[in-house]
Each structure stands twice: as structure tokens, then as C-alpha cells.
């Protein structure tokens, strides 16, 4: 991603050397890896505005034609527009579903012709364009191929994990074993599961003294969380939501709660 950046900063120089910048880019992977985030720390980085395309703004209308004028009025506007934005176009897969899956019947042709206008859309357009799918495999190929880049946004490493956690705990710090404990019954989880876990933890410190529960153990909090957040149905879900019992077992010996780093009493 800071590849793109550099390269779309530079479309100037890349132009006067007769190299077209790449401008379109698709982000694919599991919910909750920070596609959506992605496309908006690039508008970000460039300055400029993200203008969010939903598929549900052109899937709308059961009426037959209706969907590909609602792709062509979106990219007229956007194409009449002044200001240069970044183009977030979000389930990638509805708008261009892959037509080897179609089974005929009405609704699918309406979905190859809207598929007609959005490649056609796609192609001829000047601006900075991200698609998103955590359904690569629900892709046209033809889609797939009007992007200049395919990124994928993977689930987090170990590593990438301690970090997500230590810093949704913020202003509280566990220790780096502690946090290692977490690490392990969380690995398949993504970083929006990641932040529910750890704003939990954080919602039960400030909140349980309040609430009349001022030293819950760590077991009673993380039982009430993994209710209230939960992977999504189609994964394998991380130890703590899978094996709860063996999971809590092994967390158990997390001396809590927490010391805060900013001194603050909880
Ligand atoms: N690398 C990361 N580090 C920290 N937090 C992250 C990271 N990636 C995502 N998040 C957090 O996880 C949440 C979900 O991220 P986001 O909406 O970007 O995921 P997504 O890939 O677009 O998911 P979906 O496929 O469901 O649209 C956000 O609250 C975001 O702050
Ligand atoms: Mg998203």
C-alpha cells in the first residue's frame, strides 16, 4: 500500500517518463482486516475526500434496467465532479458477480448487463478507484482484471496481534506474557474481533466498579464478551470462541486488573 502511495504521489514524473500510474486497486480478504480502513487512510495520506459506493446503491431496484443507469449516473457524477477524490466501491462481488455462477433467469441477466456497465465504468475511468470483496472467489474474472493491483488484507499475524491488542488496551498495559496468553487463543481473529475483545476489557474496568462488580475476575468479563462479540458464522473461530473452557483456563493466570500506564484510577 505504501508502494501505491509513492507511485500515485508521483504520477507526475511517472507520466513524463511515459509510465501510466497505476489508479485502480483491489483490496481482498477476510471481514474485519481493514479494507474499509485502508481506503480511508489513502484519502487520507493523499488529502483528498473518499466517496463510498455501496452495492446496495445500484441492487436497489428489482426493476429491469435500472441498475446499470444507477452505475452510469454514479460515474457521471463522479466524472463531473471537481474535486479529485478516492473512489471506495465496497462488496466488489455484488456489483460483479461472477457470471459462471449465473443459472439463468431474469434477475442473473439484469446482473451480467449491470456487470457490462460497471467493466466498461471501471475501464474509462480517470480518478483513483478501490474496489473491496472478502469473496475474491465470487469475482468475475474479467472484473478482477480491470484492476492495475490486487492487495490482499490478511488475517494478523502473531506479532500483528500483540500489537492490535496492546494497543486497544491503551491506557492499560498487561504484561508482555499476558499478552502473549492472548495472542495465542486469538489467532484466527481478525482486528475488528481483536478491538471488541479488548474495548471490552476496558468497557468492564471502568464500568464494573460502577456496577457494583468492582473485582470481576478476567474468566466472568471474557465469558460476557465472546457473547456480545463474535467471529463471523464462515470462519474457524479462534480458541477463545471455539474452546472457551480450555482458553480461559490457560488466561487464567493473567494477574488482574491491570495496571493503567497513564496512572489513572480506573
Ligand atoms: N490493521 C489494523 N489495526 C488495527 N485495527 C484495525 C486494523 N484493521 C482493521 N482494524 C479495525 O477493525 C475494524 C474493521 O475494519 P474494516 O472495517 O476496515 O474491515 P474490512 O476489511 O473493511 O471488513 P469488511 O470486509 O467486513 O468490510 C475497524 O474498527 C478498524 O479500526
Ligand atoms: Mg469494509
Not at 471481514?31 to 481506503?39: S, V
Not at 441477466?109 to 465504468?121: F, P
Not at 465472546?226 to 488466561?251: C, F, H, K, N, S
Request: with cysteine; proline share 8%; charged share 25%.
Amino acid at each position: 500500500m505504501f508502494e501505491w502511495l509513492t507511485e500515485l504521489r508521483a504520477a507526475d514524473e511517472l507520466r513524463a517518463a511515459k509510465l501510466v500510474p497505476r489508479s485502480t486497486c483491489l483490496l481482498h480478504g477476510p471481514p474485519g482486516c481493514g479494507k474499509t480502513t485502508l481506503a480511508h487512510h489513502l484519502a487520507a495520506r493523499l488529502g483528498i475526500p473518499m466517496v463510498l459506493i455501496g452495492a446496495e446503491s445500484v441492487h436497489g431496484s428489482a426493476y429491469f434496467g435500472e441498475s446499470e443507469r444507477g452505475v452510469r449516473q454514479i460515474f457521471d457524477a463522479l466524472e463531473a465532479a471537481e474535486t479529485p477524490c478516492v473512489v471506495f466501491m465496497d462488496e466488489m462481488e455484488s456489483w460483479g458477480g461472477n457470471r459462471n455462477m449465473n443459472r439463468g433467469g431474469g434477475a442473473d441477466n439484469a446482473r451480467t448487463s449491470t456487470l457490462g456497465v460497471v467493466l466498461r465504468k471501471i475501464e474509462e475511468f480517470r480518478g483513483i478507484l478501490l474496489g473491496a470483496t472478502n469473496r475474491p472467489e465470487d469475482i468475475d474474472p474479467a472484473l478482477w482484471r480491470r484492476f492495475g493491483l490486487q492487495m490482499s488484507v490478511d488475517l494478523p499475524t502473531d506479532e500483528e496481534r500483540f500489537a492490535i491488542l496492546a494497543r486497544y488496551l491503551r491506557p492499560w498495559a498487561l504484561p508482555d506474557d499476558a499478552l502473549d496468553v492472548f495472542v495465542d487463543v486469538t489467532e484466527g481473529a481478525s482486528p475488528a474481533l481483536l478491538r471488541g475483545v479488548a474495548e471490552g476489557l476496558k468497557r468492564a474496568l471502568i464500568l464494573g466498579p460502577r456496577m457494583g462488580r468492582p473485582a470481576e475476575e478476567l474468566a466472568a468479563i471474557l465469558r460476557r464478551i465472546i457473547v456480545a462479540v463474535r467471529p463471523p458464522p464462515e470462519i474457524l473461530p479462534p480458541a477463545l470462541w471455539g474452546a472457551t473452557d480450555a482458553a480461559i483456563g490457560e488466561l487464567a493466570s493473567i494477574a488482574w486488573p491491570p495496571v493503567r500506564a497513564d496512572g489513572g484510577d480506573a
